[in-house]
Every structure is written in C-alpha cells, then in structure tokens.
C-alpha cells in the first residue's frame, strides 16, 4: 500500500512542472525525479500523464477561489475587481513568466487529448459562470444597465484576461495586468451615461 | 548545392507542424518526413529547429496582413473592424482548433528560448503598434474621443482577441470570436456619450 504522502508529492511535482516548463516538455521520469520518487511508482497513482494532468488541473481550479465571486457579504462589483486583484497576486508570486494553467493547457494540449480539453472548457465555463453570477448581483443592485448582457461580459473580461497575461508572460513585465485594469475591466464596467 | 525549393518545403511544412501540433510535439524528423526529404537534409537549410521556427513565424506575421491598418484610402474604424474580420476568416479557413502562432509559442516556448521569446514579443509589438496606428487615424477624424489612449487601447483589443482565440479553440467553435466584436470590440470602440 504506498504512503498517502507520496502521491501528493507527485501531484505536488507534477503541478509545478507543468505549470512551468509545460505538458509535453514535462516527462513522467522528470516529476517522479523531482519528487524523489522511482518512476515505476508513477503507475500505482495514476494510470497514465494525462490522469495526473487532469488532478493537477483540478487542484489549480480550486486555488483560483471562485467561490469568493459569490460572496454575498461583499458588494458584487467589488467581488470583482478583488478576483482579478487576487489573480494578478497569484500570478506575480509564483512568476509572471508561466501564465496560467488553464490557457497553457488549452494552448498545449486541445488538439493531443480530448479529455485535457474538455476539462478545461469546463473549467472555463465556471470560472466565465461565476464572474457572469457576480455581474448578474451587481446588475440586480443597479451597479450595471439591466439590459447589459452579463455572460458576454463576463466571458469578454476572462478572454481578455487571459490575452493580457500572455502578453505579460511574453514581456516578463506584468504591465499588461495592470492596463487590463485600465484598459478593458474599467471601461467594460462603466455605467453607461444617460 | 540544394534545391531553392526543398528549403520550401521544409519551411511550409514546419508552418504546419507548429501551427496545428505545437513546437515541442514537431519533431526535425516529423517534419522532414512531411516535406518527403531525408532528415540529415534539414541541415542544410537551417542551424537548429530553433531556427526554423523562427523563419515560420517571419512569415506567420507577413500573412496576418498588418500593412492593411495603415491603408489611407479606408476609413480608419473599417480598417479595424476588416482586420478582425481577416483575421477571424484566416483562423476558420486554417481550422478553429490551431489557434494564433503567435500565441501559441507565445506560451509553449517562452520558457525554453529567448530567441523565440524575443521574436514573439516583437511581433505582438509590431501588431499592437499597427492596429494603434489606425486609431491614431481614428482620433485625428475625430471617431474616436481626443483624449483616448489609443496605445492602451491597441494593446487591449489584440489581447482580448487572443484570449477569444484560445476559448475558441477548447470549444472548437468560432462563437468567441464573433463575442469578441459584440463584446469587446464595439463596446471599446463606442464614442464616450457626451
């Protein structure tokens, strides 16, 4: 019976290199290296790369803590602009250089699995879901025009995002993040004039 | 001496490669056995993979047409909105599933070369500076408001298409490019109400 911890360890592993040397150039003998592990464990965790994969996406999910976008405690707009303040915190603390694990996935991966890529069309449908549940209270409050389409929003502001941290990645600069802000964030979410 | 047209075929078919499997899932041999040449031939045309990648992704940006921004005889806000259009046409014609070149080894090879980073970089600055050209021109007729950054606004739009890209690509449907004019373009273009 392996010990619970080592799992974790290639998980552990597994997520980080993924994250930041990418899918394909991660071997399954690199992470079970770096988790001071023989490969041949591998096996007894996970059937194949693509299973690990699928639970180091799982993991990165929940650490972009979406359910703090439907924080009814908070006013709705600023649930908001803190999910992409916290993001951008993330993103800067673990190195601007690696983007984020779903946008390399979906870069990396859609056309080699089908099952990377439903997970990860998934993974965008609920984050686009609960920043569209956000802008919907903010809506409901007036903050936003009722006849605004929230889920055109909310999709148009995770695309952008994600564009956005490409180009800091590519520009090892997070300046983009910031003119996200600017840019595209504070004037999608202008209240329109009278 | 080799053949002027070998080394074309080499090129076109490492285009391809890299645009539909990735750089790091092409191998030199994949790619010569596409180009129907011997592998040791490869050499004769390029110092490394890292080079030719590098001629793919030169002639990448030629095709994505940039000098039809600066077209003086088009109103500048259609220049905008055709450039999309092009661009979106290109990615339906090429295939859904393979994204933007630039955006792809924007993420897959950032981490493992500076040469391709640099070349990237520079060419996402070249599209940025193209598309903030026409609206400069835009500004000048007065379509769009005098006090607008129009640099900020260039990058905004190129990011927010590269993000509409990468969910249009996981869902194998063009629908975020067409939510990325509805949602994106036009509301960033609107004139401010006075």
Same mark, same amino acid.
């Given at each position: 019976?392996?010990?619970? %911890? %080592? *799992?974790?360890?290639?998980?552990? !592993?597994?997520?980080?290199?993924? /994250?930041?040397r990418g899918y394909h150039a991660?071997?399954?003998?690199? @992470? ?8 041949? +464990? ?5 059937? %194949?790369?693509? &299973?690990?994969? @699928? ?8 650490? *972009? ?17 803190? /999910? ?5 915190? &993330? #993103?800067?603390?673990?190195? @601007? ?8 996935? !979906? @870069?990396?991966? %859609?056309?080699? +699995? ?5 997970? #990860?069309?998934?993974? $965008?449908?609920?984050? #686009? ?7 919907? &209270? ?5 903050? $936003?025009?009722?006849? *605004? ?15 956005? $941290?490409? /180009?800091? *990645? #590519?520009?090892? &600069? ?21």
């Open positions: 019976m392996p010990r619970p %911890s %080592s *799992r974790e360890e290639v998980v552990a !592993a597994a997520q980080d290199r993924f /994250h930041r991660s071997g399954v003998k690199d @992470i079970t290296d770096a988790a001071g592990l023989p490969k041949g +464990s591998f096996y007894n965790y996970f059937a %194949s790369k693509e &299973d690990m994969a @699928i639970e180091t996406l799982r993991r990165y999910g929940q650490s *972009r803590q979406l359910h703090r976008l439907g924080d009814q405690a908070v006013p709705p707009l600023q649930r908001v602009s803190e /999910h992409f303040e916290f993001l951008r915190a &993330d #993103v800067v603390n673990f190195g @601007i250089g690696y983007g984020c694990m779903f946008g390399n996935f !979906a @870069i990396e991966t %859609s056309e080699h +699995s089908e099952a990377l890529r439903t997970f #990860v069309r998934e993974a $965008l449908g609920r984050w #686009v879901g609960a920043l569209a549940g956000a802008l919907r &209270d903010a809506q409901a409050r007036g903050e $936003l025009p009722a006849g *605004r389409d929230v889920d055109l929003l909310a999709a148009a502001l995770v695309r952008a995002w994600q564009g956005a $941290l490409l /180009h800091a *990645r #590519v520009l090892g &600069d997070p300046a983009p993040l910031d003119e996200f802000e600017t840019g595209t964030l504070e004037p999608l979410l202008a209240k329109e004039k009278a």
